[in-house]
């Protein structure tokens, strides 16, 4: 339980996407349960936890005390309806879970609302699971569809997803040469092992591939025989939305990839050759320092440890029936891995180590079988040491809900604090005071000077600690000059002093036309920017003007704003509405066609959502969600206003 003390307390936490405030005052005046408390209590346990206060009534982002007159009533029917079924399914508090807290003469209440187990799950309300279950997404409750619900479900008998036996498969579908390139791994892996000596097909039953379900006598090919050793056809028949793609791009912000491996008809597409293809382009222009070990040099060294981990890790804890696929990205910045489905240990439990529930236990075990992967609970962590022995970035190991349920670990090969920025924070700062904070804190402070801000959510991919520790080591930051804050609450952004960042309101202040007419809200875009170091003097320039096309332009940002379509000239006009026509001529296009529509149309300048959604005709929500989101993630485009990602003056632009 964290501790309150006073209001300042309470307006650091609110940034939290972790923490609600509720009045819980009731009709009297006295106190009261409020009803929307259980949709949180869902909407938390589904998903990480979190707390809720009640007692502080919370405006347009203001906080003020309310209190509650008559405590002991609240926490009366807080106990009395969680332990109705017919209310809520599962109880998850305890005495413990409940705090009071007094602050200025006001009595509130916080409660602990931990994250259900995989076997508790889904938390449901009023006995109508596929209708009452909620998750928690940027800070509100939202209902799950029935299929995060069933799969929740799964989740929560199935200890191992890849254990089930398929009906209608046999030793057919399985790919002989991958079986057979498998066996050879296995021998140069324990080349005294007995199972060495059986055939193909006994040792892929000793292996997982095939069993015999005892209660039943029903036998047959498990889902691990398939997706590790199977024909593409087979894979397609036992899971559809299947799917593993590799891509190595030789620049970080350009779209186009230089290699790219996928299931395309030219090898098997299952899950052991896209591990053994992938691999070795993952590590091919990785360094290897001259190291003895016995007197026999090393051919890995530990960032090939990291790396091979981080592989075998996306691939036996997928959940092969998301909608997302796998994707593996190299780039010279960094190496991506995403895998569909979030994680069963919540990502700063694993990062410790010492906890496991694999999805996919026999795929793993087939792995360890051949040296590639961890034991129970020690893979993370053989990740994170092994970029910190590479003097690289600290991971960023996150979960992300939309467009769909998945995992994202992100490695990268930036140095973890440049000699510049040594330098800099040492004139800045001076090195006995930057020195004297803590990790997290010089961590905070470096990602600020690297990429000129930093907020609560970069923050958090920074460390393994709760996000309450970031939110309360943020504003201590600033109380001692280490950090400037600017925005409100869920818009708040931090950089070094003297560093600020423009604001949008400092950059069109002095606009020729009104640009109030934006609707962009882009709260969801999660940004991916990187060496954005800004120094810049936030005096307003008098000659902030309109290019020879209309484009508005300040000395505030690097590109030209496409703000409004009327003060365009007809030919620049005419020039973006051509690029956008086969959008406004075709209400279905494929995704691959919309991001490049995008792209050019984004191309040299800044640009709003509101004129992407006039040229494209096009819902702004259809355009965040399911193509500019994404395409921020991806690094194809960047924001005009990234430490304000909630703007409604936001624009956008290629990533170049």
């Not at 930057?434 to 930093?454: C, D, H, K, P």
Request: glycine share 6%; charged share 25%.
């Amino acid at each position: 339980m964290f501790q309150i003390q006073d209001l300042v307390d309470l307006q650091a936490l609110s940034e939290s996407a972790e923490l609600e405030f509720k009045l819980a005052q009731g009709q009297d005046g006295k106190g009261k349960l409020p009803d929307d408390f259980w949709p949180t209590y869902s909407a938390m346990a589904n998903s990480r936890g979190g707390y809720v206060v009640l007692g502080v009534r919370e405006k347009k982002g203001q906080l003020t005390l309310a209190g509650i007159e008559d405590i002991e009533i609240v926490h009366k029917q807080l106990f009395d309806i969680a332990g109705n079924n017919a209310k809520v399914n599962i109880n998850l508090l305890t005495n413990d879970s409940v705090q009071t807290v007094n602050i200025e003469g006001k009595s509130l209440l916080v409660i602990e609302i931990p994250t259900a187990r995989r076997d508790q799950k889904p938390i449901y309300l009023k006995n109508q699971p596929m209708k009452e279950t909620y998750t928690r997404l940027h800070e509100g409750d939202h209902r799950c569809s029935e299929e995060q619900v069933k799969r929740m479900m799964a989740e929560q008998v199935e200890d191992s997803r890849d254990d089930k036996i398929l009906t209608g498969f046999d030793f057919s579908d399985i790919d002989m040469d991958s079986l057979k390139a498998y066996k050879n791994l296995f021998s140069v892996a324990k080349p005294q092992h007995p199972w060495l000596e059986l055939d193909l097909f006994e040792l892929f039953k000793k292996l997982g591939g095939w069993r015999k379900d005892r209660q039943t006598s029903v036998e047959g090919i498990t889902l691990a025989g398939v997706l590790m050793f199977g024909t593409w056809d087979a894979i397609q028949d036992a899971v559809p939305n299947y799917f593993v793609d590799y891509r190595e791009r030789d620049e970080a912000s350009v779209e186009r990839w230089v290699d790219r491996l996928y299931p395309d008809g030219s090898w098997s597409g299952n899950v052991f050759d896209f591990y053994r293809r992938t691999y070795r382009k993952l590590v091919t222009d990785l360094k290897v320092p001259f190291e003895l070990q016995n007197g026999i040099r090393l051919d890995d060294s530990k960032a090939h440890e990291a790396i091979r981990e981080a592989l075998v890790n996306t691939l036996v804890h997928a959940d092969y029936t998301g909608r997302s696929s796998i994707l593996i990205v190299k780039r010279p910045d960094l190496f991506g891995f995403r895998n569909p489905g979030l994680m069963r240990v919540p990502p700063e439990i694993a990062v410790k180590g010492g906890e496991s529930d694999c999805r996919n236990r026999r795929m793993h075990q087939m792995f360890l079988m051949i040296g590639a992967g961890e034991r129970a609970g020690s893979g993370i962590p053989k990740i994170y040491s092994g970029w910190e022995w590479a003097k690289w970035r600290t991971p960023k190991l996150y979960e992300k809900y939309e467009p769909s349920e998945q995992t994202l670990l992100e490695l990268s090969t930036a140095s973890l604090i440049p000699e510049e920025v040594t330098q800099l924070l040492a004139v800045k700062f001076g090195n006995t005071t930057f020195y004297s904070l803590n990790e997290l804190e010089q961590m905070i402070v470096v990602t600020a000077a690297i990429e000129g801000w930093v907020n609560h959510e970069r923050a958090c991919q920074l460390t393994s600690k709760h996000s309450r520790d970031v939110t309360l080591a943020l504003p201590r930051l600033v109380d001692k000059g280490f950090l400037v804050a600017s925005g409100k609450k869920r818009d708040k952004s931090y950089s070094l002093p003297g560093m600020e960042l423009p604001s949008p309101e400092e950059v069109f202040s002095n606009a020729l036309t009104p640009i109030n007419n934006l609707t962009h809200n882009a709260r969801s875009l999660t940004h991916s920017i990187g060496n954005l170091t800004h120094n810049n003097s936030n005096a307003i320039d008098s000659n902030e003007t309109r290019d020879d096309k209309g484009r508005f332009i300040s000395s505030l940002i690097d590109k030209p704003f496409v703000d409004s379509l009327d003060v365009l000239s007809e030919s620049f006009r005419q020039e973006l509405n051509a690029l956008a026509a086969p959008a406004r001529e075709q209400r279905r296009l494929d995704t691959v066609t919309m991001k490049s529509l995008i792209s050019g149309l984004c191309q040299e300048h800044y640009i709003s959502v509101s004129i992407l959604e006039m040229i494209l005709d096009r819902k702004p929500q259809s355009l965040r969600q399911n193509y500019l989101k994404p395409m921020i993630s991806e690094g194809l485009l960047k924001m005009a206003f990234p430490h304000k990602p909630n703007s409604p003056k936001q624009g956008y632009t290629t990533a170049d």
